[in-house]
């Protein structure tokens, strides 16, 4: 009995060993799949025909109404400036709060896309709504954000213009994010009251670089 066990034993050692001594190398050969499970199985690639369907495409068309995981944007008030009620808010989103960085992100984004019509301070005298300009292209001279129909608009109402564009202004939703259209539309609502402020809204801090003409 203890030399059959010690026959085994030797037997199985050796298939270790012989095991251990084929690790890291190289073979031309197929691996070899005791069980091949799903690893072998027909398949069709989008490209090809496939009789079953009536259509003997094998790629098939996406359900009607599908969205890609991600890309449901159900937050209306993010992503269209609307609030429960389809009208348009007058507040920045909640996932978007007020903060410096926020405004200083839109006032770059401003000067990027917005300035070249509006002018820095919204006005509306960009350069490309100069004399001569606007005969080129331009046939309507950009509004300024002074004009007391717009200043009286909500935030939504620039965030939806700027997705969406207004009478021959394009919309500019494919080259500025939905984030950045928030902080424009929160710039703007700066430069508007910028324009309407009164001398005691100047922080104190800030008053006596004023009076003697030092404010940046």
């Avoid at 030399?3 to 190289?26: D, E, I, P």
């Avoid at 098939?60 to 449901?72: I, K």
């Avoid at 259209?181 to 670089?209: C, E, F, H, N, T």
Wanted: charged residues 20%; aromatic residues 8%; contains cysteine.
């Amino acid at each position: 009995m203890t030399t059959r066990y010690t026959t085994v034993a030797v037997g199985l050692l050796a298939t270790l060993a012989l095991s251990a001594g084929c690790r890291g190398n190289k073979s031309s050969d197929p691996p070899i799949h005791p069980n091949w499970n799903m690893d072998d199985q027909q398949y069709f690639q989008p490209q090809e025909d496939n009789d079953w369907f009536p259509d003997h495409r094998a790629q098939r068309p996406l359900v009607a109404g599908t969205v890609a995981r991600g890309l449901l944007k159900a937050d209306d008030h993010l992503y269209r400036g609307r609030g429960p009620d389809g009208r348009l808010v007058d507040a920045l989103p909640p996932s978007l709060p007020l903060t410096q960085a926020l405004l200083d992100r839109g006032e770059a984004r401003y000067d990027i896309y917005c300035a070249p019509c509006h002018e820095k301070s919204g006005h509306g005298n960009g350069i490309i709504a100069q004399p001569g300009r606007i005969a080129a292209g331009l046939l309507v001279k950009p509004p300024s954000y002074t004009d007391p129909r717009l200043a009286a608009m909500p935030l939504g109402y620039f965030f939806d213009v700027i997705t969406h564009g207004k009478n021959t202004m394009r919309p500019y939703a494919a080259q500025i994010p939905v984030e950045d259209r928030w902080a424009i539309a929160a710039w703007v609502r700066v430069l508007q009251v910028s324009q309407r402020a009164a001398i005691g809204d100047v922080p104190a801090d800030k008053l006596d670089q004023l009076k003697s003409g030092g404010a940046q």
